[in-house]
Each structure stands twice: as structure tokens, then as C-alpha cells.
């Protein structure tokens, strides 16, 4: 197999050890720690050489002169004469240079005049072919394919011109070097030191300067420098070198080398499956807008193009990124083993330049060359400050290009707000420009396996990564699911689609219909030769979501043969789904309501198949829903028969329409009477009664209803009255009653919702009010002590002295001396009742006393408390008043229940002074009678 031009593999990188490899120079299968794969990976990687230079310089005694013209002048003969010299010079400028973001002009670094390439003409026509002939030659040299050159400047160097060590900027994309051009003008020094790391050259111009034209060719990181002209003129055209071609490169590029590079990769995902990340520093460095395989420059093309072309066998993927090291040193020895290290890829790129990821901190292991950085100068230095009499340590960084290898199946790892360390917050684009990697790949090597599943395992990841991305990442994984017969993609492409907005649904929808019409025109079959691709996306989704998918693509089709064929295998799927689905919910309530439309004139089958389905299978939320659904409907000529459905369901699923007790009692707090929770079902229930009502399934709807009250009244010892929720009454007892009402239920009926009311009610609400506050004696005021811990109330002297003095009837000042912290805890159990008490504290002697003293009002407070919990109650039932309820409990137990009117009488005439108390019993806050004095 033959080698290209610009490739080679070295034979004097390092040795391998003799175990490294087995017949052949192949790579034994044996598994080898991590470290030594690394090295050995390392050297293949290495022993990959680019045949061309860093700079390359020629000599051309025949050529066409290029008949340079400046406006105003004819075409300057060759060579150059001292005075066409002044001429040119005259029309020209001081020649700046880059500073930074600035362009200044300092003749202490730079001296030369020049000219830019709009200035002057080039009017021999021979002149463009023998351009074409030196660049193909400084390219060849330079180991550059797929490039051109463009014109740039025309430079004049007099006597005492020069320019200092310097690198040249990138002038335009995807420019990666300078190609100069001298034409015939005698002079004296001007020689070119071009230098890469410890590669150096010296190019000298002057020996054939008179009658030849001399070349030099260099890449744009190569530093150089002019030395002084000192004598005569030299005269240069400049053009930039730029690459504009694909990356691609011959098959014998790599040779049998490359394939051993492939082998180590191999190796890599077999035996070490915790290693998922690798970088490899480049010979270059690259600009952001300049770092892409179709601009690598050198070995760079060569191991990068290597690694691309073998990526695909071996589940790896070539990225490019920007990366700093920056180590903190201090001055002190002590400290020098101690320095910070840090390791960082700035920014990620695909070999197509676009920006993937950033700031990625490596580790160590992550590293394929360990000591890049010993015996090298900093690329720039920050010193610390100085703090007193010590100095802060200083922080150096290292700036490199490098290539990353990353294991395919490791990728969705850079995805933003991935949860694992990898992750990157960068904008959507990066997501974007991920997918775009991972699809391309597809597509170039869908048959490889290792591919097609972590291009799979790739977009399932994409997809759930939120924002802006997901509108051209659902699409898009849609796509691959189809051509790839993955239904779990599918089904969360599609979900992620619909999240996504309505635009990228409808484009998802738009994929799939494609999809589905090209595949059936291609194999010439109905749709049900593909229904399994799309079948197994409807096993978990509710049957109202199939519904809804079906009805999104039926009019998408463009053909009307595929239409029909889809739309009846949509119905297929639907009444096999109904009848095989163990459980329906109320995410099926659209499929119902639907369906009971559409369907409507075969009314065999939906008594016969759909009603029955929803009654056996359906839950309590659906049958209800449904029922309601097709009551409010009942006037359509579709509903005709809702009669029938609700007499159906309540023969046939009337314990799933009954109420529980965990419909009227909280699940989580013990006592809500006043609470404002909302309770569904109480509602419905009453709904459905009034509805069979009105349709004139009376019989039914009794039915319901005194099996509804019956349930809750049997079963009250599991469900506790006293817990029920108060608005009760609103959500359930005022409906029901005022639908009994409106339908006038016969006496006969009335029974079972009577024991309900006094379960409610007289069990439930009343029994939460209590009995009217008895009266304290004397001074004795309710007890008070620290809240238990864990259950069990803590031992607390204080608080036991304090519920003493609280509970003892003769007692009405307390005076308690202790420290600050156990006065304080006294005042907070007494926080919120201060209006109670007088507290002071007597500073005389240490410690201090708290004096505590009781003023009355707790007592009265009580019972204000009692009167508004008992004015609630009656304004919660007082819509519930009415004649007809009168006539149902009987006016006495009306009165008691509805009206409550004995526990009214008690507000009114039961005051804390008009209370009568017995004759030997003292007035609150006074002693009781053998304790007065006489």
C-alpha cells in the first residue's frame, strides 16, 4: 500500500517495548493497565510524521515578471532599479504591525513601507500561471493540500529596514501561512530567521537577488524575523496561504501504521470502560476561527485526518479544542512541589470547527503526555501582588492546541446540564452542533453497529436537554428512530416534540408521514408492513394519546391510499389497545368523549364493547367524567344515547361511583373543620344523582344515591365523623339536597340521606364544637408546659412550677427567681396570652425575679372563641335551610341539627357574668369560700 506525499511514519520516534506488540507489529490482545496503553497509544500517535517543513524556501532564475504597476506609472521593469525604487516607495506607507487589538506603526519594531494589494496591478497574463507553480511548490514543501493563495501586500525594504521576531495574525479564514515573493533587486543582509519550538531555519535572499526570483513559504505560528537590509532594495509581493478543500485525504494516507493506532483504540473500549476522554497536544496552535481539520497544518493534518478516518471502527470520536494549564508557584522552595495545576479545555470543537463545549477540567489520567509543560516558557504570566513583607505566588499559563479523543458511547456527556461532572453550561448551539456531529457520522457508517447505538443512546439524551435546541434535536431524532426501527426513541422524540411547541411537533409529524409515505412507495405494500416501527410507541400511552397521534397524522399524508391505509390501522391499534388495556384513567377521557361522536351510529358496539370496557376497567375519575361528559352532550344527535350509557354504568359499576370516607375526612391533619380543601368527588357524586334525574333514570339515580349515603353511614367507624372537612356542606350537602329538592324525591327515599346528615353533622361538625366552656374556679387558668420531643414530654421543673401556679385556684402572683435563660423560657410559653398576665422583673438581687401575676380575661376569651365557632357552623349550614329538609328531620331534630338553635340560645344568654353559679362557689378570680378571709 502506497503512501501520499504529505504523510509519513517515523522509524525513529520512540522504541516500543518488545510485549507491546505480537506478529506482524500487531498489538497482543492481552489486557494491560491503563497507564501503559496510554504510552503505547501515545508512540503510535508519534510515529506519525508529515513529510513536509515548517518553512520552505526556492529559487526560481526563469519566470515571468509579473509586470507590477502602480496608477499613474507604466509597468516597472525587472530588476528593480534605485530610482522605479523611489517611485514606489513614494506611493507607499509605512508598514504597521499588530499590537494586540491595535495596528500601530513603530519603526523601533518594524521598518518597511509597503503597499496593500488594491494599490497595485499585475498586468502580465503569464504571471497567474506562474504563481499556481510556486505555490503548488512551497505547498508540497510545506506538506499542504486543498489550498490557495491570496494577494496581500506589495513590501519595499530600503537600506536600515527591518522587522523584529514576530508571528504573523490571521488575516482572513482559514488562512494558515505566508508565502513571500522577492523579485530581482539587488541587495545586502535581510535574512529571514524562521523558528518552531527547537526547529530552526535561516533563509537568505541577497546571494541571487539581482537576476532570480526567490520564495519563502511559512506557517502562521512559525516565529520570524527580518534582519536589517543593509544595502540596496528588496521587493516582495506577500499572499496568504489559505486551505479551502475537504480534510479528505487517499486511503494510503495512513498505511499500515494507522491501522495499528486503530488497534490501540480497540483496545481501549474493550478494556478500560471507566477511561472515556483523551487529549493529544498539537505541533500548532489555531485561532477560534481557524481551528478545523481543513485547516491543520503540517502533522497536525495527518494525525488528526488519522484519527478521524479510523474513528468510526473504532467508536471514537476526533474533537479539537482549546487548552490552558496554569500552574501557581511560589517563590519559597518549600512551596515548589506544592504548585496549583490546573488543566482546563477553554472551548470543545468538532473537526469542523464548531463549538461543542467548554471549560472541561481534565484529570490527569485524561492527559496522553504528562510533562508537555517541563522545560517550556510560559505563554503569559500573571505576578501576584505584594502583601505586606511577602509576595504573592505568581500564576503562569501554558496555551496549546490539542485533539481529544472521546469514546462515541461517552459524547452525550458534554451535553449541557448533563448531571455528571462533564457537564458544560454553554449556549443551545452546542447541543446543536452535537447533533449535527453525531448525524453526520450516522450517516456516513449507519451500518456500523457500535455506531447506530451510541448515535442512539446519543439523541435519547439530546432530546431532554431543555431550550431552544430541542426544536431541531426532536426532529431530527425523529428521524434516526424511524430509519433505525427504535420505537423507545421514537415515543420520546416525539413527547419531547410536543413539548417543544407546536412548530416542532407539526414538523415532527411532518418527518414521520414522510417517513411512512417513502417506505411504503418504495416496498410497494399497505401501511401494515411498518405498523410494528410505530406500534410499540402506543404499549404505555393512554389511549386518548394514540388517538390524538392518529388524528395529527391522517391529514399530513399526501397520499390518499396511504391515508386510508394509516387511518385504518390507527382504529386497529385503538380497539385492540381498549380491549387489552389492564386499567383506564382519566388521560383516556378524550378517547371516550371522542369516540361516543365518532362512532356513534354503531351504537351495537359501543354498548356492546366500549361502555362495558369503561365500566369494568375504568376508574372512578373516568366513569364520572364520561358520564358528565355525555349529559352535558345529551341534546347532540351523537348522545342520543346517554340514557342508556348512565343506566349501564350504574347497573354495572356502581361500586366504583360510590363515596368513601377519605372523600369527607383529611389524610393528613387530624381536625380541619374550617378547612377550604377542595373535594372533587363529593361534587360529582351529587352531579350524577341530579343527571339520572333529568334524564329520567330515576330509578337508577335513586339507587345511587341511597346506595352513596348507605356506604358512608355503615361505615363511618373506618372513616371518624368528627374528622370531616366543613365544606362538606358546600361541596356535597347543599347540591345533594338542593338536587332532592328540584326532583321533589319521594319520602321513601328520604331515610338514607337523613342518617348521612346526622353522621355529618350531629357526629361530625357539632361534635368538633364541644360543650359550652365550664367556669373556672377562682383563679385557675389553663395549664401550660414545653411542647414534647419526640413524643414524650420532657422533664422541666420550671414548667412544672409554672403549671402549678397556672392551674392552683388561690394562687394569682407567682414570683420566680431564676436566670436570664430560664426566665426567658417562662415568657415563651406564656407568648401570645400575654393580655393575661402582668409580668415584671425585680432586679434587687441577683437573680433577678420575674414576677408574674394573673389579670383574668382567659376565661371570657374561651368562651368568645366557643360563640364564633358555633355562629361559623350555623352561617356553613344555613344554606341548607328549607322546608323540604324540615320535612325530612322533623321540625324538633330540624331545629337542633339545622338551625341549631339550643346551642345559639347559649351564646346569647351565656355570658361569663350571667352565667348562675351555685351559692358556695366564688366569683372568677376571687378565693374559693374556706381560703377568705372572714
Not at 332 to 341: I, L, M, R, S, T
Not at 729 to 741: A, D
Given at each position: ?156 525594504y ?9 508571528k ?6 482559514g488562512?494558515v ?43 502562521s ?15 516582495a ?15 494510503g ?10 488497534q ?9 470502560p ?29 494525525v488528526?485526518q ?20 496554569t500552574?501557581t508557584e511560589d ?11 490546573c ?36 505563554d ?8 505586606g ?47 449535527a ?17 451510541t ?41 419531547a ?11 415532527a ?23 410494528g ?8 400511552a ?8 392518529i ?51 354503531d351504537?351495537?358496539?359501543i ?42 354504568m ?5 361500586p366504583?361511583?360510590?363515596l ?28 350524577r ?8 333514570a ?14 358512608l ?54 361534635q ?26 420532657t ?21 420566680f ?35 408574674i ?63 348562675k ?18
Open positions: 500500500m502506497g503512501y501520499s506525499s504529505a504523510v509519513s511514519i517515523s522509524s525513529d520516534s520512540e522504541d516500543y517495548e518488545s510485549n507491546d506488540q505480537g506478529p506482524a507489529g500487531q498489538i497482543n490482545n492481552t489486557k494491560i493497565d491503563f497507564d501503559t496503553w496510554k504510552r503505547i497509544l501515545r508512540k503510535r500517535l508519534n510515529g506519525i510524521k508529515s513529510v513536509g517543513d515548517i518553512a520552505n524556501f526556492t529559487r526560481y532564475p526563469t519566470f515571468a515578471n509579473p509586470g507590477l504597476k502602480i496608477e499613474g506609472h507604466s509597468a516597472f521593469p525587472l530588476p528593480l532599479t534605485p530610482s522605479d525604487a523611489g517611485v514606489i516607495k513614494a506611493a507607499c506607507r509605512e508598514a504597521p504591525f499588530g499590537k494586540g487589538e491595535d495596528t500601530v506603526v513603530d519603526n523601533s519594531v518594524r521598518k518597511t513601507w509597503e503597499l496593500n494589494h488594491a494599490q497595485f496591478q499585475l498586468i502580465n497574463p503569464e504571471w497567474a500561471g506562474f504563481l499556481q507553480k510556486v505555490y503548488l511548490t512551497a505547498a508540497g514543501g510545506l506538506g499542504l493540500t486543498d489550498g490557495s493563495v491570496n494577494p496581500h501586500k506589495l513590501l519595499l530600503e537600506k536600515g529596514s527591518f522587522f523584529k521576531r514576530h504573523d495574525s490571521e488575516k482572513e479564514p488562512m501561512g505566508t508565502l513571500v515573493i522577492c523579485l530581482p533587486s539587488e541587495h545586502q543582509g535581510g535574512d529571514v530567521h524562521l523558528a518552531f519550538g527547537s526547529d530552526q531555519r535561516i533563509f537568505s535572499t541577497a546571494p541571487t537577488s539581482t537576476f532570480d526570483i526567490t520564495t519563502l513559504a511559512w506557517f505560528d512559525v516565529t520570524h524575523e527580518v534582519k536589517e537590509l543593509t544595502s540596496g532594495y528588496r521587493l509581493l506577500t499572499y496568504n496561504i489559505v486551505q479551502n478543500g475537504p480534510a479528505k485525504q487517499s486511503a494516507f495512513f498505511g499500515q501504521q494507522a491501522q495499528q493506532v486503530k490501540v483504540l480497540l483496545q481501549w473500549q474493550v478494556h478500560h471507566n477511561n472515556d476522554l483523551l487529549v493529544y497536544p498539537l505541533d500548532h496552535k489555531y485561532s477560534k476561527s481557524s481551528i478545523s481539520l481543513r485547516n491543520m497544518k503540517g502533522r497536525d493534518k495527518a488528526c488519522a484519527i478521524q478516518d479510523i474513528g468510526a471502527q473504532s467508536g471514537v470520536f476526533l474533537l479539537l479544542a482549546h487548552q490552558t494549564h500552574t517563590e519559597d522552595d518549600y512551596y515548589d512541589n506544592d504548585a496549583e495545576n488543566t482546563c479545555l477553554d472551548a470543545i470543537f468538532t473537526g469542523e470547527g464548531k463549538e461543542i463545549a467548554t471549560d472541561y477540567t481534565l484529570d490527569d489520567d485524561e492527559v496522553m503526555v504528562p510533562k508537555l509543560f517541563e522545560d517550556r516558557s510560559p503569559s504570566e500573571e505576578e501576584g501582588e505584594f502583601t513583607n511577602e509576595g504573592a505566588p505568581s500564576t503562569y499559563r501554558y496555551h496549546d492546541t490539542v485533539a481529544v479523543l472521546v469514546k462515541k458511547s461517552a459524547l452525550h456527556k458534554l451535553l449541557r446540564g448533563y448531571s455528571h461532572v462533564w457537564s458544560s453550561y454553554g449556549p443551545d448551539a452546542h447541543t446543536e452542533n452535537m447533533v456531529l453525531v448525524t453526520k457520522d450516522l450517516e456516513e457508517h449507519r451500518e456500523h453497529p457500535v455506531t447506530r447505538e448515535a442512539l443512546k446519543f439523541l435519547t439524551h439530546a432530546i431532554g436537554i431543555q431550550g431552544p435546541s430541542q426544536k431541531t434535536t426532536t426532529p431530527v431524532a425523529v428521524y434516526w428512530a424511524l430509519q433505525l426501527d427504535d420505537s423507545k426513541l421514537f415515543q420520546l422524540a416525539m413527547v416534540a410536543a413539548k417543544a411547541g407546536q412548530d416542532t411537533y407539526n414538523e409529524l411532518n418527518v414521520t408521514c414522510r417517513y411512512i409515505e417513502e417506505i411504503t412507495a418504495r416496498r410497494r405494500r399497505r401501511l401494515t408492513g411498518i405498523s416501527r410505530l406500534g410499540e410507541t402506543t404499549s404505555n393512554s389511549l386518548s394519546s394514540v388517538m390524538n397521534s388524528q395529527h397524522f391522517t391529514p399530513r399524508f399526501k397520499s390518499d391510499a396511504v391515508r386510508d391505509s394509516f387511518n385504518k390501522w390507527g382504529n386497529l391499534k385503538l380497539t385492540l389497545k381498549l380491549e387489552t388495556e389492564p386499567q383506564l384513567g382519566i388521560n383516556d377521557l378524550s378517547f371516550f368523549a371522542k369516540t361516543l361522536e365518532s362512532r356513534h351510529e351504537q351495537e358496539w354498548m356492546s364493547s366500549l361502555i362495558p370496557s369503561l365500566a369494568d376497567r375504568g376508574n372512578r375519575d373516568l366513569i364520572h367524567k364520561v358520564l358528565n361528559t355525555v349529559f352535558v352532550k345529551r341534546e347532540q344527535r351523537e348522545f342520543r344515547n346517554a340514557k342508556y350509557i348512565y343506566v349501564y350504574v347497573q354495572n359499576a356502581l366504583k361511583l360510590l368513601s370516607g377519605e372523600d369527607i375526612t383529611p389524610t393528613s391533619t387530624p381536625y380541619a373543620a374550617l378547612s377550604a380543601a377542595v373535594i372533587g368527588p363529593l361534587t360529582e357524586f351529587a352531579y344523582v341530579n343527571e339520572g334525574l333529568t334524564l329520567g330515576a330509578e337508577q339515580a335513586l339507587q345511587l344515591l341511597e346506595a352513596g349515603c348507605n356506604n353511614v355503615w361505615t363511618k367507624s373506618e372513616w371518624q365523623p368528627r374528622a370531616v372537612q366543613a365544606n362538606v356542606v358546600e361541596k356535597f350537602l347543599v347540591p345533594l339536597m338542593t338536587t332532592m329538592q328540584r326532583h321533589n324525591i319521594p319520602v321513601e327515599h328520604h331515610e338514607a340521606v337523613r342518617n348521612l346528615l346526622e353522621v355529618i353533622i350531629g357526629e361530625g361538625l357539632l368538633q364544637l364541644g360543650p359550652f366552656p365550664p367556669r373556672p374556679v377562682g383563679w385557675t387558668y389553663k395549664p401550660r408546659s414545653c411542647a414534647p420531643y419526640r413524643g414524650q414530654r422533664v422541666c421543673r420550671d414548667c412544672d412550677e409554672l403549671e402549678d401556679f397556672l392551674t392552683a385556684p388561690d394562687q394569682k402572683v407567682w414570683r427567681a431564676a436566670a436570664e435563660a430560664r426566665r426567658k423560657h417562662i415568657k415563651s410559653l406564656l407568648y401570645g396570652t400575654e393580655k393575661y398576665f402582668r409580668m415584671t422583673t425585680e432586679r434587687t438581687r441577683s437573680p433577678h425575679t420575674l414576677v401575676e394573673k389579670t383574668g380575661g382567659e376565661y371570657k376569651e374561651e368562651v368568645e372563641k366557643w360563640r364564633r365557632h358555633v355562629q361559623s357552623i350555623a352561617s356553613l349550614l344555613s344554606p341548607l335551610r328549607s322546608d323540604f329538609l324540615k320535612s325530612m328531620l322533623g321540625e324538633g331534630r330540624y331545629r337542633e341539627l339545622i338551625l341549631l338553635e339550643p346551642l345559639l340560645s347559649q351564646t346569647d344568654s351565656g355570658s361569663v357574668t350571667g352565667v353559679r351555685e351559692a358556695d362557689e366564688p366569683a372568677f378570680g376571687q378565693r374559693p369560700a374556706t381560703q377568705r378571709r372572714l
